[in-house]
């Protein structure tokens, strides 16, 4: 009776000092974004590359490649938040266009669907369609983070209430825990962009 009890919480207080590290630096990334502070880049790619071994672990490849493909990601949005805006300006927050959902809507179940084949028949991956589709969701969602569209935190929304039955399995109790907090953080960032687009379009009304 005591001994699995031990062994919960050994493993719930974190037995990698590699997965603590990479839940504070990953829930540091996710605020600062959230306050559209642009060194959430940097400290995104640290976490990453933290995270790379962490999944890889656990034997979930397809999250474990999705943090390489996070880390060019957040390079690429680093500079687009720097200078994608008008006349290489600061890029600022804007609505989802039609071209960029139906390029979301066609992505996400073809990653989905081939990725999960691929793990499902020539890895270990243990939840290989669930792990393909987290992986396809949470790229759609970077790629509308770094384009600084409002409607990222919707898709975050619903990768990361898949993420946290799904880590809490792999016994990746603080990493579980960590994308429960992420489901408030994208609710509070949804919140903050929102407000900061509010003002975007009162200032480009009261200039024209």
């Not at 001994?3 to 996710?30: K, Q």
């Not at 489901?183 to 962009?193: R, S």
Request: with cysteine; proline share 4%.
């Amino acid at each position: 009776m005591l001994e699995p009890l031990y062994e919960f919480w050994t493993a719930a207080a974190g037995g990698s000092p590699l997965e603590w590290v990479a839940v504070v630096t990953g829930f540091a990334c996710v605020w600062l974004a959230a306050r559209e502070v642009i060194w959430n880049f940097p400290v995104a790619i640290f976490s990453c590359a933290l995270y790379i071994v962490v999944y890889y672990r656990q034997d979930l490849y397809a999250d474990s490649l999705l943090q390489i493909m996070f880390i060019g990601l957040s390079i690429y949005g680093w500079y687009e938040w720097l200078y994608g805006g008008r006349s290489r300006t600061e890029l600022h927050v804007s609505r989802t266009t039609r071209p960029e959902w139906l390029l979301c809507a066609v992505f996400i179940p073809a990653f989905t669907a081939g990725f999960g084949y691929y793990l499902a028949h020539y890895t270990q991956d243990s939840v290989p369609y669930w792990d393909s589709l987290t992986t396809a969701g949470s790229l759609a969602a970077q790629f509308l983070l770094m384009r600084k569209r409002l409607e990222n935190w919707w898709l975050w929304v619903v990768v990361d209430s898949i993420y946290v039955p799904i880590l809490w399995a792999k016994q990746l109790y603080p990493t579980s825990a960590l994308y429960a907090l992420y489901l408030g953080l994208a609710v509070y960032g949804y919140l903050q962009w929102r407000r900061a687009y509010q003002r975007q379009q009162a200032t480009e009304l009261q200039a024209a």
